[in-house]
């Protein structure tokens, strides 16, 4: 386990027996497939030496930074991922109140309190939703307006993700993502507007509609009484009542007893 002659183990021996000062030493002991520190320590003869087997430990070690590999790498995964969505993170702390965005997405020039950069006439409806999502440790969604730091124009953020509690300290967080969504609120509100006028549009229509028949209704009475006057003095001429007439006359004033019934 020393090590043979010109390996780090042996040299660590050498240094310490030549320098009068304890050295500890990492080796591994291929034929075993062992790790092993080797604490070496100077004697009046030369050196000491306490193994302990370490394999166990190194394997741990190599376990975790294998892992701690894989989440730099899903970190950068969700980074490029974010971004190409134009999509950014949030996390809100409640013991201090603090929500903090990212810039992408958030149409923020970089991260931010987000309650400095929030529509004021959001912000009670905001807090609502995130004191929900904790007090059920549950889902969380809301829409919401930020007021841009550089310009001063509005933002519409939509934001979902889940309050999380610590299974250490008991402590909750909400984190999610969050991205822009102004063009499709401006989309929404267009139409809500073109569906608006198009009610008051139909409204109008009906309106003329009902204002043409009413006319229509006076009139026909208006001329109704007149016309059945005039059908009942025909009906008398062609009576003779008032003399003889032509058979010209009859035919004449049959065309107008017709016209009146029409």
């Known amino acids: 386990v020393a090590g043979s002659v010109g390996s780090p183990a042996h040299t660590a021996h050498l240094r310490s027996a ?61 980074a490029t991922a974010l971004a190409a969505g134009r999509m950014g993170t949030f996390d809100y702390d409640p013991a201090s109140d603090r929500l903090t965005l990212t810039a992408a997405g958030a149409s923020l020039d970089s991260p931010a309190a987000a309650y400095a950069v929030l529509h004021p006439d959001d912000v009670p409806a905001h807090r609502a939703r995130l004191a929900e999502a904790v007090a059920r440790r549950g889902d969380y969604a809301s829409e919401y307006r930020v007021v841009r730091p550089r310009d001063g124009e509005v933002a519409w953020i939509e934001e979902r993700g889940s309050a999380v509690e610590d299974a250490d300290t008991g402590a909750v967080r909400v984190r999610g993502i969050h991205w822009d969504v102004s063009e499709r609120v401006r989309a929404r509100q267009a139409l809500e507007a073109a569906m608006r006028d198009a009610d008051a549009e139909r409204e109008r229509a009906t309106e003329a509609n009902r204002a043409k028949a009413e006319f229509l209704a006076n009139m026909s009475h208006e001329l109704r009484t007149p016309l059945n006057a005039i059908g009942g003095y025909v009906q008398l001429l062609e009576m003779g009542l008032h003399g003889p007439v032509t058979d010209a006359q009859v035919e004449a004033l049959e065309r107008v007893q017709g016209a009146q019934r029409h």
């Open 18 to 78: 030549a320098e009068q000062r304890p050295i500890t030493i990492e080796s591994y002991h291929a034929p075993w497939d062992r790790w092993y520190e080797n604490r070496i320590y100077p004697t009046p003869d030369g050196v000491s030496t306490f193994f302990q087997d370490i394999t166990e430990r190194k394997r741990a070690e190599a376990l975790l930074r294998a892992r701690e590999a894989e989440l730099r790498e899903s970190e950068r995964r969700l």
